[in-house]
């Protein structure tokens, strides 16, 4: 304020001392218009820092509104991330209890399959749990005899033994694989087999019918025959060509509802 009313004072001043010289009135003139330049340049100044003042609040507005928006999208997108997640173990979850369910079920089946052929012996009758299949094992001994595809009185036994405690087993699919040591059949067999694929194939078929007989499903229940290409040992002493004569019988458990939970998008 003061310095706004200083020209004007000089002004008075002057008008005040008629008898100043020339010299007095010309300095203070001088002085009066150093003043004004002076002010002049302040309130250039301070009009520019009150434009540097908005702007750099309107820049700190802006990039807080920005960070906040910035923020607020992540929280977007870590709740959407959150919410994904919650499903997946929602579905590990649910995949976990059914696999706990059919290895508990597969171990039941094991025990009873293992139950029904308790007075066979144990070189003739194998029965294992493997990569969450049951493997039922009969011995070439057990089932034919050498080059025949009918099945013997024991085995008919043991067969109709399994069939009884699988029938009412529907979560079940049966396979039942042949298989013969490497020796090749000379001629053709009583049965007609030519040679290992028909041997192994036709014994599982046969095997196949007595299983369905003996009430199975025949839906549930898939023959092949595997001829020497898939041996336990090696074919290289005559023990370890009478353990590579066999049928495996394989019982897999349906794991429908786990494909299910698979599909799921």
């Known amino acids: 304020m003061k310095l706004a009313f200083a020209p004007t004072l000089l002004a008075a001043a ?114 294992n749990v493997k990569n969450g299949k049951v493997y039922v094992s009969l011995s070439e001994q057990l089932l034919f005899k050498s080059g025949s595809t009918k099945v013997d009185p024991k085995g008919q036994e043991a067969l109709k033994k399994l069939a009884v405690a699988l029938k009412d087993n529907q979560d079940v699919n049966v396979l039942v694989e042949g298989h013969t040591d490497n020796v090749p059949i000379k001629g053709t067999t009583a049965s007609g087999a030519r040679d290992n694929w028909d041997l192994s194939v036709m014994r599982a078929t046969e095997i196949t019918r007595l299983l369905t007989t003996g009430g199975m499903n025949p839906a549930q229940v898939t023959p092949s025959g595997r001829a020497e290409y898939l041996p336990l040992v090696a074919n290289d002493t005559p023990q370890n060509k009478a353990m590579n004569r066999r049928t495996d019988i394989i019982l897999t458990p349906k794991l429908d509802e786990l494909f299910s939970i698979l599909n799921q998008n």
């Open 14 to 127: 002057l008008l005040a001392l008629p008898s100043c010289n020339q010299k007095e009135i010309a300095a203070l003139q001088q002085q009066n218009a150093e003043l004004a330049r002076t002010r002049d340049q302040l309130q250039l100044e301070k009009t520019a820092l009150a434009n540097e003042k908005s702007q750099s609040e309107a820049t700190l507005r802006g990039n807080l509104l920005n960070k906040s928006n910035q923020v607020n999208q992540l929280n977007n997108t870590l709740g959407t991330a959150e919410q994904d997640l919650a499903g997946k173990n929602a579905r590990i979850a649910e995949m976990q209890r059914i696999l706990d369910q059919k290895d508990a079920a597969t171990k039941a089946l094991r025990q009873r399959v293992a139950d029904a052929l308790l007075g066979f012996n144990a070189q003739d009758v194998a029965v």
